[in-house]
């Protein structure tokens, strides 16, 4: 198993442009997720999904659209990039979206700088 | 409102020593906690759970110790190596009808040689 793919690892934006960072599992899990690491901040949740069709707000979604049109697959659009949005992003997923598990299963990360 | 963080952002060890890293919660009801490991570059990794009927619990040379009564947790690498540089969290998964996890924001252990 590939476990949590995340695309690309690198990325450059000017502000303005916007991108889709990519992320699949192949653990058929139902619940994926969006956090942001910041130095100092720890990670913070963007946005969530417990299952195809069904997404929702984390603690910092501003700037920030998703969609899970398939349990496979929970793209991350930036729809205009600003600096603020500079950061390290990791999709993480885990089984059963309505039970408590520590096993969240995290891709190996994103990095986006936006000049 | 609710936070789980640690005591200490940056922690050296000399190599074969043990190394304890700290964390301490604020809400009375937390009843689990997780311990995540990062290396430079790649994603959290899970650890080690606890769950609050418990005081302390047991794996690989990691053991993970709950003080409910300080609401205060810490993860002990017995015998540290090289590979254990990294930066260690502890987390306390989504209770009830959350779904988000509250992560703390992290301990970067080195490991002297």
């Known amino acids: 198993n590939a476990g949590v793919t995340q695309t690309p690892k690198f990325q450059v934006l000017k502000t303005g442009q916007s991108m889709t960072l990519q992320c699949a599992q192949d653990m058929n899990h139902e619940y994926m997720s969006w956090y942001r690491q910041d130095p100092g901040m720890g990670l913070r949740l963007i946005h969530y999904s417990v299952g195809a069709g069904i997404t929702d707000q984390g603690e910092v979604p501003n700037g920030y659209n998703v969609s899970r049109s398939t349990t496979e697959d929970f793209p991350l659009r930036l729809l205009s990039a600003a600096p603020s949005q500079t950061s390290v992003y990791f999709c993480?997923?885990?089984?059963?979206?309505?039970?408590?598990?520590?096993?969240?299963?995290f891709g190996e990360g994103s990095r986006l700088t936006v000049l | 409102g609710e936070s789980v963080g640690l005591h200490l952002p940056t922690l050296s060890v000399q190599e074969g020593d043990n190394s304890i890293i700290n964390c301490a919660y604020s809400n009375s009801a937390s009843d689990y906690f997780i311990w995540y490991k990062q290396e430079s570059g790649k994603g959290p990794q899970f650890i080690i759970d606890i769950r609050s009927n418990m005081d302390k619990r047991q794996g690989q040379r990691v053991t993970v110790l709950l003080n409910k009564t300080v609401k205060h947790l810490s993860l002990q690498i017995a015998a540290t190596q090289p590979g254990d540089s990294a930066v260690y969290f502890c987390a306390e998964p989504p209770r009830g009808d959350g779904q988000n996890f509250v992560f703390g924001p992290g301990t970067r252990l080195s490991v002297l040689p």
């Open positions: 993480a997923s885990r089984a059963w979206a309505g039970e408590r598990t520590g096993e969240l299963f």
